[in-house]
């Protein structure tokens, strides 16, 4: 089955800094990539997702490259505000109409330092 | 409009016994998910709904099983539970207006076993 792997478990920034997260999956056969926000206490929220038909999606400061040849794909935050300090997680999934199967990485608690 | 809502919120249990927990989907979402997050780690898929039936199931015990009612809502029933069980419940609903629809998740059902 998949397998997804992320990187760094714990990010420290400076506000105003940037953010990168990476991931990797093993099943070629995924093409569909959301990356969610957790706080405590609360369910993840979805942030931004990227199909496998584009390499890069950006939405205000937050943006999602893939490399399907490698097999990874990024999450990048620009200009950091205290409020995205959160566990980020990315996830994968198999493109079959139906199946909602989401594969997640370990997450990324990130801190960003005022 | 109202988001996933979980009930109850926190449940406290014993080794043994049996919980049921419910979730309420997007207005117009047929599709619900059921993820198990253990603390520290990212969600685990366990089983999806659409239109009442099971369309899949991930790696858990026969003890857990589920069910989606006509008005799309859905239940986590699980069985003789182990201290093992101790984590976040997050139930996660999607649109099936085509392939890959972002999934939403509720806060959770956060359950302890002692």
């Known amino acids: 089955g998949e397998n997804v792997e992320q990187h760094p478990s714990t990010l420290s920034v400076q506000e105003g800094d940037s953010a990168v997260i990476k991931c990797t999956y093993s099943?070629?056969?995924?093409?569909?990539f959301p990356w969610y926000k957790q706080e405590l206490g609360k369910g993840p929220q979805l942030i931004i997702d990227?199909?496998?038909?584009?390499g890069e999606k950006k939405d205000q400061r937050i943006a999602v490259t893939l490399n399907k040849t490698a097999k990874h794909f990024s999450l990048h935050i620009t200009e950091t505000q205290p409020e995205d300090s959160a566990v980020y997680f990315c996830?994968?999934?198999?493109?079959?109409?139906?199946?909602?199967?989401?594969?997640f990485g370990t997450g990324t608690r990130l801190t960003i330092i005022p | 409009d109202a988001g996933v809502t979980q009930s109850p919120t926190h449940l406290i249990k014993t080794r043994g016994q049996q919980v049921t927990l419910r979730c309420s989907p997007i207005?117009?979402?047929?599709?619900v998910s059921w993820y198990q997050q253990v603390l520290g780690q990212g969600p685990q898929f366990i089983f999806q709904?659409?239109?009442?039936?099971?369309?899949g199931r991930g790696n858990f015990p026969d003890r857990f099983s589920a069910r989606q009612f006509p008005n799309y809502s859905s239940e986590l029933n699980v069985n003789a539970l182990l201290l093992g069980d101790s984590a976040l419940y997050l139930c996660?609903?999607?649109?099936?207006?085509?392939?890959?629809?972002?999934?939403?998740f509720g806060d959770g059902t956060r359950l302890s076993i002692l």
């Open positions: 996660a609903s999607s649109s099936d207006r085509g392939n890959n629809q972002p999934q939403h």
């Open positions: 099943d070629s056969a995924s093409n569909y």
């Open positions: 990227i199909r496998s038909n584009v």
């Open positions: 996830a994968a999934k198999v493109s079959n109409f139906g199946n909602e199967k989401l594969t």
């Open positions: 207005s117009g979402h047929k599709s």
């Open positions: 709904y659409y239109e009442k039936e099971e369309r």
